[in-house]
């Protein structure tokens, strides 16, 4: 997603050092645009029920399975899941799993979010480029790593609806377009960084030739219905491609055109 990933095996599942005190700090300002947005119209029990569930999923299911970068860890904790989701699936918001978002699309496993987001390497004021927008909750992740975040997801109706969910939610700043993710956004690259949350069956051509030297891509590759891989694309300077196998993934396929 990001929004894609409909089953991921969780492969890390390391105890390491806790960043959990910096989540508290974090949380206990409680300033960020979605925390901030949140707020208005709830009760304070269920703000509190909210902000424990996102702590406890990031302990029990992100950071227990080895993600340690600390921006990673509080963007993740800073985002409001459950407002990229349905009513009908607010209560699950929190669970170590995808959830339906329409057009037969999923919101991804919070784990899956925080491993790609990690594993790209983010600095802020970078650049990045997100295929497959969904509900708009990676994106979201990323804008809380203070990226700029452009975003294209080939169902129209998802990409207008999360770009409303964004704006609502503080994140006006992102850039959403209704497109074919496969060609990228030529008029924007180069990029520093870009995630792809659906699976092609081989790296396309035009998001390596968009990605910036010494730029990162992460992305699911394989065939659709059959365990795929994450591989992290490097681009070196001299403009030479290195690939790493990250971990084995479950991703819905990369679409083109709007055809299901």
């Known amino acids: 997603m990001v929004d894609r990933s409909k089953v991921v095996y969780p492969f890390y599942q390391g105890q390491g ?3 959990l005190g910096a989540l508290y700090l974090f949380l206990g300002i409680g300033v960020t645009p979605a925390l901030a947005e949140q707020s208005q119209g709830d009760s304070s029990a ?10 406890n999923m990031v302990r029990t299911q992100i950071e227990a399975r080895g993600v340690r970068d600390a921006a990673t860890l509080a963007a993740m904790s800073a985002v409001p899941r459950h407002e990229f989701v349905s009513l009908e699936w607010q209560s699950s918001a929190y669970s170590d799993g995808p959830l339906p978002i329409g057009e037969g699309q999923t919101i991804s496993q919070p784990y899956v979010v925080a491993l790609m987001t990690e594993r ?3 600095r802020p004021g970078e650049k990045v480029l997100e295929i497959g927008t969904g509900s708009g909750y990676q994106a979201a992740v990323l804008a809380e790593v203070e ?7 080939i169902f129209e109706s998802l990409a207008r609806e999360a770009e409303e969910r964004l704006r609502r939610l503080g ?5 959403v ?6 060609l990228g956004w030529p008029d924007e690259a180069p990029f520093d960084a870009i995630i792809v949350t659906a699976a092609p069956d081989a790296i396309p051509q035009p998001l390596i030739d968009q990605l910036r030297a010494g ?20 681009k070196d300077t001299d403009g030479s491609i290195r690939t790493e196998s990250v971990s084995p ?8 055109d709007g055809t299901p």
């Open 177 to 182: 377009r209704h497109g074919d993710g496969y």
């Open 147 to 153: 990226v700029r975040v452009f975003t294209i997801e």
């Open 215 to 234: 730029g990162r891509m992460i992305i699911p590759v394989g065939p659709e219905g059959a365990v795929q891989e994450l591989i992290l694309l490097r």
């Open 171 to 175: 994140y006006g700043a992102i850039s």
């Open 249 to 256: 993934v479950r991703f819905v396929p990369l679409l083109r």
């Open 120 to 122: 790209l390497g983010l």
């Open 46 to 55: 269920s703000r509190d029920t909210y902000v424990s569930e996102r702590v």
């Open 17 to 19: 050092r806790s960043a």
